[in-house]
T-cell receptor
Framework: RKEVEQDPGPFNVPEGATVAFNCTYS??????FFWYRQDCRKEPKLLMS???SGNEDGRFTAQLNRASQYISLLIRDSKLSDSATYLC???????????FGSGTQLTVLP | DADVTQTPRNRITKTGKRIMLECSQT?????MYWYRQDPGLGLQLIYY???????NKGEISDGYSVSRQAQAKFSLSLESAIPNQTALYFC???????????FGPGTRLLVL
């Protein structure tokens, strides 16, 4: 079982739609959680951290369920510029390395 | 100027050649990482360093070596390149173990 699993997609949604991505992690000792965004052939960049109580940043909402070892990202009112691959990232392991999911590809269509 | 830089940005080499990828950062972070990314596989950790005297193997270190010349510089070497090392390589820095990582722009490597 992979340490961090994501639905690879692709998700193709119309502009203005709401889309949700899910991610599960296997290490119950994980302490930090993030969503990164990666544009095609570019470096990953932090989108948002994920806090235990859930958090929102504009159109983006992240949720964490420690009991189910599950993280989600909700994007409301999708824009064309949201098209990218979204990486679920978990801090875990004895050396507390970041473990990256393989990413979920999103394409927002006009 | 970018906080994390990588050179070269693109490289084509032949099987058996030695190649070095360089990473420099101006963020003042002690922790630095090298990853490779292959299509559909996500980022895989090659090596990481928590300070100049601390080097650790990641999940896929075979065929690679690293050098931490200074806090700001972390180099990745392929002693004898092989075609399945063709990939996109990223360097990253981190300030604390629970914090986010900041990535360089990547080096696209093709081994023929």
């Amino acid at each position: 079982r992979k340490e961090v699993e994501q639905d690879p997609g692709p998700f193709n949604v119309p502009e203005g739609a709401t889309v949700a991505f899910n991610c599960t992690y296997s290490n119950s000792a994980s302490q930090s959680f993030f969503w990164y965004r990666q544009d095609c052939r570019k470096e990953p960049k932090l989108l948002m951290s994920v806090y235990s109580s859930g958090n929102e940043d504009g159109r983006f909402t992240a949720q964490l369920n420690r009991a189910s070892q599950y993280i989600s990202l909700l994007i409301r009112d999708s824009k064309l510029s949201d098209s990218a691959t979204y990486l679920c990232v978990v801090n875990a392991g004895s050396a507390r390395q970041l473990t990256f999911g393989s990413g979920t590809q999103l394409t927002v269509l006009p | 100027d970018a906080d994390v830089t990588q050179t070269p940005r693109n490289r084509i080499t032949k099987t058996g050649k030695r190649i070095m990828l360089e990473c420099s950062q101006t963020k003042g972070h002690d922790r630095m990482y090298w990853y490779r990314q292959d299509p559909g596989l996500g980022l895989q950790l090659i090596y990481y360093s928590f300070d100049v005297k601390d080097i650790n193997k990641g999940e896929i270190s075979d065929g690679y070596s690293v050098s931490r010349q200074a806090q700001a510089k972390f180099s990745l070497s392929l002693e004898s390149a092989i075609p399945n090392q063709t990939a996109l390589y990223f360097c990253a820095t981190q300030n604390d173990p629970k914090g986010t990582q900041y990535f360089g722009p990547g080096t696209r490597l093709l081994v023929l």
